[in-house]
T-cell receptor
Framework: EAGVTQFPSHSVIEKGQTVTLRCDPI?????LYWYRRVMGKEIKFLLH????????ESGMPNNRFLAERTGGTYSTLKVQPAELEDSGVYFC????????????FGPGTRLLVL | KQEVTQIPAALSVPEGENLVLNCSFT??????LQWFRQDPGKGLTSLLL?????REQTSGRLNASLDKSSGRSTLYIAASQPGDSATYLC??????????FGTGTRLQVFP
C-alpha cells in the first residue's frame, strides 16, 4: 500500500511569488491534515479535511494560504504571495477515520522563501 | 492552551544502553498520545499510539507509557542501536483531530 506522498519535495521561491504544494493521501483515507514546522519550532497544525470539506482550519496563519481538496482525493496548499516567514517544512497526513486513528505522515515539502 | 514539552532536547549514548525519553503535556484532557520518529530529511514514522484509557503500548524494543493524570508519557528504548538515531516526537490529540506536537528529542546512538 502506497503511503502519503507529497510534491514537490523541495521548493525555493522568491518573496512575493506563488507556490502550490500537493498531497496525495493513502487511498481510502477520508481525513487529510496539513501541518508545518518553521525553523526551530514545533510542528503545528494548519487544517483538516474530511473528504472535500474543511473540518477545522483554525491553524491557517492568514489569508495568503488557501487549501483545497476537490473531489475528496488529493489536496493542494497554495501560498500567495509567499513571505520569508513561510519558509519551513509542510507535512501532510491522512487517516481512515477520525478520533482514535493513527495519522500517517508524508515526507514533507521543504519550502524556502528568499 | 495545551503545551507539549520534551526532555531532553538532545541525547547522545553508546550502543546498547537503555533509554528513556520524556514527554509532558499541560492539559490532561487528551484523547490519545502518539510517538513518532523522524529521520533527517524524511517524514514522520508513527511508532506507538496510546489511547487515553491505556497505560502503555509496546512494539519490539519500544515501550511507551502514559500517565494522563500527571500529564506525562515516556518512551523507553531497550538495547539502543545506531539505527535508532533520529528525532523522536510526541504528539497529543484532544477532542478535535489535530495533533499538538512537542519540539522533539534528537537521539544519537554511537557504536
Amino acid at each position: 500500500e502506497a503511503g502519503v506522498t507529497q510534491f514537490p519535495s523541495h521548493s525555493v521561491i522568491e518573496k512575493g511569488q506563488t507556490v502550490t504544494l500537493r498531497c496525495d493521501p493513502i487511498s481510502g483515507h477520508d481525513n487529510l491534515y496539513w501541518y508545518r514546522r518553521v525553523m526551530g519550532k514545533e510542528i503545528k497544525f494548519l487544517l483538516h479535511f474530511v473528504k472535500e470539506s474543511k473540518q477545522d482550519e483554525s491553524g491557517m496563519p492568514n489569508n495568503r494560504f488557501l487549501a483545497e481538496r476537490t473531489g475528496g482525493t488529493y489536496s493542494t496548499l497554495k501560498v500567495q504571495p509567499a513571505e520569508l516567514e513561510d519558509s519551513g517544512v509542510y507535512f501532510c497526513a491522512s487517516s481512515v477515520n477520525r478520533g482514535q486513528e493513527t495519522q500517517y505522515f508524508g515526507p514533507g515539502t521543504r519550502l524556502l522563501v528568499l | 492552551k495545551q503545551e507539549v514539552t520534551q526532555i531532553p532536547a538532545a541525547l547522545s549514548v553508546p550502543e546498547g544502553e537503555n533509554l528513556v525519553l520524556n514527554c509532558s503535556f499541560t492539559d490532561s484532557a487528551i484523547y490519545n498520545l502518539q510517538w513518532f520518529r523522524q529521520d533527517p530529511g524524511k517524514g514522520l514514522t508513527s511508532l506507538l499510539l496510546i489511547q487515553s484509557s491505556q497505560r502503555e503500548q509496546t512494539s519490539g524494543r519500544l515501550n511507551a507509557s502514559l500517565d494522563k493524570s500527571s500529564g506525562r508519557s515516556t518512551l523507553y528504548i531497550a538495547a539502543s542501536q545506531p539505527g535508532d538515531s533520529a528525532t523522536y516526537l510526541c504528539a497529543v490529540r484532544r477532542g478535535t483531530d489535530k495533533l499538538i506536537f512537542g519540539t522533539g528529542t534528537r537521539l544519537q546512538v554511537f557504536p
